[in-house]
């Protein structure tokens, strides 16, 4: 049977489409600027006399970007921390998940406790700190790795979608043969990969934001981050080695095009995850919210 709206949910309905395309707009365009005028002329920069297209494209932005070694080395080492870093959330937060969601495994409820603890009281900078060097992780890659293995907040929510998956399945799978690992990997896992698709992306988009870690324990370049190289570009103005043309441009507008290039370098990367994962999205983030 159809139900015709009435005219109050007519109008309910109409503000939330145009408060929606605003907030849409909002987001959208000051990326959209920062995109075009990456691909803008100097001289068009300078003046502020982008609108909505650029007079001509220009890729000397990126080539200044792509041509610096400290850059590539920053966007490679991303890349590297980014897989590596969501295989190492996803083992160790899927791992765990699982124990803790099986009844039989005797204190789950101390170790939740302390999960939880640690989501709502934190040791701190200075101990933190003390901790990553009293385990001689101080400028190495562990730091960046291990610290922020697990997410106590994905690892509840991870439990719990396991907790909805009947038990009927795995003791099924066990009387066919299937060990623990058989019943993880061939049973649970499949079941469970809008939940994974969801927390992968979290944690890859978390990975590759890494800023405050790099800054803290590595003090050797060769472990900085995308995102602290950007900064050295974009705050303090940091464009050493970007390239042996710098003289032909405008020197007061140079910097700005090479700003608005990294930007688009640091972002569009994790942005092309989102639709490899999208028709796990939303259903991953809906699911999991029981309670035991």
């Not at 489409?17 to 001289?43: C, D, N, Q, R």
């Not at 190492?88 to 899927?94: D, I, R, S």
């Not at 396991?162 to 009387?175: D, G, T, V």
């Not at 066919?176 to 058989?182: I, R, V, W, Y």
Request: hydrophobic share 50%.
């Amino acid at each position: 049977m159809i139900h015709n709206k009435g005219l109050g949910s007519r109008i309910f309905d109409g503000f939330n489409y145009i408060f929606l395309m605003v907030v849409t707009l909002l987001t959208f365009i000051p990326f959209y600027y920062v995109l075009v005028a990456s691909l803008s002329p100097v001289k068009q920069v300078l003046t502020s006399n982008i609108i909505l297209w650029p007079d001509e494209f220009t890729l000397d932005a990126y080539h200044m970007i792509m041509s610096n070694p400290s850059f590539v080395r920053a966007l490679l080492f991303t890349l590297y921390i980014t897989v590596t870093g969501t295989l190492t959330n996803m083992l160790f937060t899927t791992s765990l998940a699982y124990t803790l969601s099986k009844k039989r495994f005797r204190g789950r409820r101390v170790i939740l406790i302390l999960v939880i603890f640690s989501m709502l009281f934190s040791g701190g900078m200075i101990p933190t700190f003390l901790v990553v060097k009293g385990l001689g992780m101080l400028n190495t890659i562990w730091a960046l790795l291990i610290p922020g293995a697990i997410s106590a907040f994905n690892l509840i929510i991870l439990k719990n979608f396991f907790l909805s998956i009947p038990e009927s399945l795995e003791e099924s799978a066990r009387i066919d043969g299937c060990s623990n690992f058989g019943v993880l990997f061939r049973i649970v896992l499949p079941l469970s990969l809008p939940a994974l698709a969801t927390f992968t992306m979290f944690y890859a988009v978390g990975n590759w934001n890494q800023f405050f870690a790099p800054i803290i324990y590595e003090n050797n370049s060769k472990f900085w981050t995308l995102q602290v190289v950007l900064r050295q570009l974009v705050i303090v103005g940091d464009t050493t080695g970007y390239g042996q043309t710098v003289d032909d441009f405008n020197k007061a507008a140079f910097p700005e095009t090479l700003k608005y290039a990294a930007i688009i370098v640091a972002t569009v990367p994790i942005l092309l995850i989102y639709p490899f994962l999208q028709k796990y999205f939303t259903k991953g983030v809906l699911l999991g919210s029981i309670k035991e």
